[in-house]
T-cell receptor
Framework: RKEVEQDPGPFNVPEGATVAFNCTYSNSASQSFFWYRQDCRKEPKLLMSVYSSGNEDGRFTAQLNRASQYISLLIRDSKLSDSATYLCAVIPYTGGFKTIFGAGTRLFVKA | SAVISQKPSRDICQRGTSLTIQCQVD?????MFWYRQQPGQSLTLIATANQGSEATYESGFVIDKFPISRPNLTFSTLTVSNMSPEDSSIYLC?????????????FGSGTQLSVL
């Protein structure tokens, strides 16, 4: 089983739609969770951290479910510019710096 | 956030040759990370480059194949040695951010390597 797993998609949604991605992780002791965004032929960039209480940044909401060992990203009112690959990332060890990435979920937002 | 300059941005190489990728950061960082991203796959950590000591390699990666230098706190190189077509990939350097936990990563723009 991979340490971090994501549905590769692609998700094809119209502008204005709400779309959600899930990511599961295998190490129950994992402490830190993130979503990164990667545009085509570009480097990944941090989108948001995922806190135990959940967090929201504009149209983006991230949540953590420790019991089921998954994190989610919800995008509301999708824009064309949201088209990208979204990478789930987990730091599996407390105090560690090694970040494990999922393979990414591709999102296409169409007009 | 750190500003990271990585070069070359891309290269096409013959099998059996070696390529050295450079990563320059605009601030001093204790750790630098080297990742590989093969087509359609996730980022895989190759090694952690520590200043003043040998790099720490992940399972499946060895120093002879991917020697790393870290001469100071702002610079690192990764060499892909004796290349084969299977080494065709994007290679990315990364540094932790300066927030309290140093857990967020910032990436260089990547080196797209094609081995013929």
């Amino acid at each position: 089983r991979k340490e971090v797993e994501q549905d590769p998609g692609p998700f094809n949604v119209p502008e204005g739609a709400t779309v959600a991605f899930n990511c599961t992780y295998s190490n129950s002791a994992s402490q830190s969770f993130f979503w990164y965004r990667q545009d085509c032929r570009k480097e990944p960039k941090l989108l948001m951290s995922v806190y135990s209480s959940g967090n929201e940044d504009g149209r983006f909401t991230a949540q953590l479910n420790r019991a089921s060992q998954y994190i989610s990203l919800l995008i509301r009112d999708s824009k064309l510019s949201d088209s990208a690959t979204y990478l789930c990332a987990v730091i599996p060890y407390t105090g560690g710096f090694k970040t494990i990435f999922g393979a990414g979920t591709r999102l296409f937002v169409k007009a | 956030s750190a500003v990271i300059s990585q070069k070359p941005s891309r290269d096409i190489c013959q099998r059996g040759t070696s390529l050295t990728i450079q990563c320059q950061v605009d601030s001093q960082v204790t750790m630098m990370f080297w990742y590989r991203q093969q087509p359609g796959q996730s980022l895989t950590l190759i090694a952690t480059a520590n200043q003043g000591s040998e790099a720490t390699y992940e399972s499946g990666f060895v120093i002879d194949k991917f020697p790393i230098s870290r001469p100071n706190l702002t610079f690192s190189t990764l060499t892909v040695s004796n290349m084969s077509p299977e080494d065709s990939s994007i290679y990315l350097c990364s540094v932790p951010g300066t927030d309290a936990t140093n857990e967020k990563l910032f990436f260089g723009s990547g080196t797209q390597l094609s081995v013929l």
